[in-house]
């Protein structure tokens, strides 16, 4: 199976040619779990909210605000976006390309997205492929360019990765959202670098997440009653 490659390069050297993988390796990369090459661990973290669905699920997909709230993300830029959706109208990021920064260090990598509207963010890279049926994604396949992204060649970091949200709203005003990162490392060295990191990543993600909407809600109360049409990323649709 082909790998990630991660890349590692110092900021103030000659640059290099630019290696591309999932958007969230860059923490995973220093978040080693001590596992087997075969076996892909999976990690998961979830939080209720008091608000409705729709704001929470816009604010997930809105990739290219990543940068501003992320650790550690300090650029984050959708390439392709999808065929409107049959349900809202709107187009979901399709393919994503960020920048990580951590010292004298920059990494950019890519991922491929699929958006289920109000119910599921998910993104892959490498050659892990998506689960979810082609009807909930056809948005998504009818763009060639899905396709088009190259998966990378062996020796690298990890040959498995897929984070997938998912959305669920409990009561008129509660909702439910859960994070699930599937990884395995493509050698068991790599896993015992910082055992230790690797079960709060999870974590991380959604304290994110949850500042970011609960910060948003307040500011943007306008928000909170909005439906998927009526959005635009973390806004209202102008």
């Keep these: 199976m082909a790998s990630l490659k991660p890349l590692l390069r ?4 000659i640059p290099q040619p630019t290696q591309t993988r999932h958007f969230l390796s860059n923490m995973l990369s220093a978040a080693a779990a001590a596992a087997p090459q075969t076996s892909i661990q999976t990690l998961r973290a979830s939080r209720t909210l008091p608000y409705p669905s729709a704001p929470i699920y816009s604010i997930i997909a809105d990739v290219p605000s990543y940068s501003s709230f992320l650790p550690y993300c ?4 959708i390439t392709h976006w999808s065929a409107p ?3 809202t109208g709107r187009r979901w990021p399709s393919i994503g390309v960020l920048t990580s920064g951590f010292g004298q260090f920059t990494e950019s990598f890519t991922s491929r997205v699929y958006c289920v509207p109000g119910k599921v963010v998910e993104s892959v890279g490498g050659d892990t492929e998506t689960a979810l049926p ?3 994604i ?3 396949l009818e763009n060639a360019d899905q396709e088009a992204i190259s998966k990378e060649g062996s020796e690298g970091l990890l040959t498995h990765l897929k984070n997938t949200w998912t959305v669920e709203q409990i009561k008129p005003n509660v ?3 859960e994070l699930s990162l599937e990884f395995r490392f493509a050698n068991p060295m790599y896993a015992a670098l910082s055992a230790g990191v690797a079960p709060k ?3 991380a993600m959604v304290k994110a997440f949850e500042e970011r909407v609960t910060g948003l809600l307040r500011d943007y109360p306008d928000m909170v009653g ?3 049409a009526e959005l635009d990323g973390s806004r209202l649709r102008r």
């Excluded at 110092?10 to 050297?13: G, I, Q, S, T, V």
């Excluded at 300090?74 to 830029?77: A, F």
């Design 10 to 13: 110092p900021a103030a050297r």
């Design 74 to 77: 300090t650029q984050s830029r």
């Design 85 to 87: 959706d049959s349900v």
């Design 134 to 136: 082609s009807d909930l």
């Design 138 to 140: 056809r948005h998504h």
């Design 175 to 177: 909702t439910k959202i």
């Design 201 to 203: 990543v999870a974590e």
């Design 226 to 228: 909005a439906d998927l």
